[in-house]
């Protein structure tokens, strides 16, 4: 059974920092391409990036909002992926997934199994 | 970045009724478009991915179509598990980008 479990949302002021953990379970982890998605309270899907296997080059790519604040990275012997989060601004606000990409290939692309979020809530 | 855009933001319809979901790409993605189910308080759920290719386990209710920048996601007879609000998403090209979501309610 294929199991990601996030942890290390909280409360933090603006301008703070955070660290984002998901644990992996169930698929070759260091095989896999790994992802993060927010979702502001009560608003739609966004994404923040991905990172691919250590094997495909291990390389992030973020989405603009957070490219130069947010880092992705990954811990192939602890099952472990990982969102650092510097610089936090208010609308940084929302529950954090990660999520496995099982194929990115032939034109497809897509997200499958999802944690079940961590909440991040920026606030004075 | 490509922006995505989906239409309609909500659509309020009956069991058994044919629902259409358009997503409009800002410019061509070829056939990298995948569409997501969310229901309330859950998590959000792969449809379909490829445009076209629907994942194991979905409905067969569910299809997809599309190329370049225009595409829909059908449901052939809505059935009240599928009311929830469905993304698409493409990822063509970085960064990755989702449509605002269309909320399909019931009628």
């Known amino acids: 059974e294929v199991q990601l479990v996030e942890s290390g949302g909280g409360l933090v002021k603006p301008g703070g920092s955070l660290s984002l953990s998901c644990t992996v379970s169930g698929i070759p982890f260091n095989l896999a391409w790994m992802s993060w998605v927010r979702q502001a309270p009560g608003k739609g899907l966004e994404w923040v990036g991905r990172?691919?296997?250590?094997?495909?080059?291990?390389?992030?790519d973020y989405a603009a909002p957070v490219k130069g604040r947010f880092i992705i990275s990954r811990d192939d012997s602890k099952n472990t992926l990982y969102l650092e989060m510097n610089s936090l601004q208010i609308e940084d606000t929302a529950v954090y997934y990660c999520t496995w990409i099982p194929k990115c290939s032939d034109g497809s692309c897509y997200l499958d199994y999802w944690g079940q979020g961590t909440l991040v809530t920026v606030s004075s | 970045d490509i922006q995505m855009t989906q239409s309609p933001s909500s659509v309020s319809a009956s069991v058994g009724d044919r629902v259409t979901i358009t997503c409009r790409a800002s410019q061509s993605i070829s056939t990298w478009l995948a569409w997501y189910q969310q229901k309330p308080g859950k998590v959000p759920k792969v449809l379909i991915s490829?445009?076209?290719g629907l994942r194991s386990g979905v409905p067969s209710r569910f299809s997809g179509s599309g190329s370049g920048t225009d595409f829909t996601l059908t449901i052939s007879s809505l059935q009240p598990e599928d009311f929830a609000t469905y993304y698409c998403?493409?990822?063509?090209?970085?960064?990755?980008?989702f449509g605002q979501g269309t909320k399909v309610e019931i009628k």
């Open positions: 490829g445009t076209s």
């Open positions: 990172i691919v296997s250590k094997g495909g080059g291990g390389t992030a």
């Open positions: 998403q493409q990822s063509n090209s970085f960064p990755w980008t």
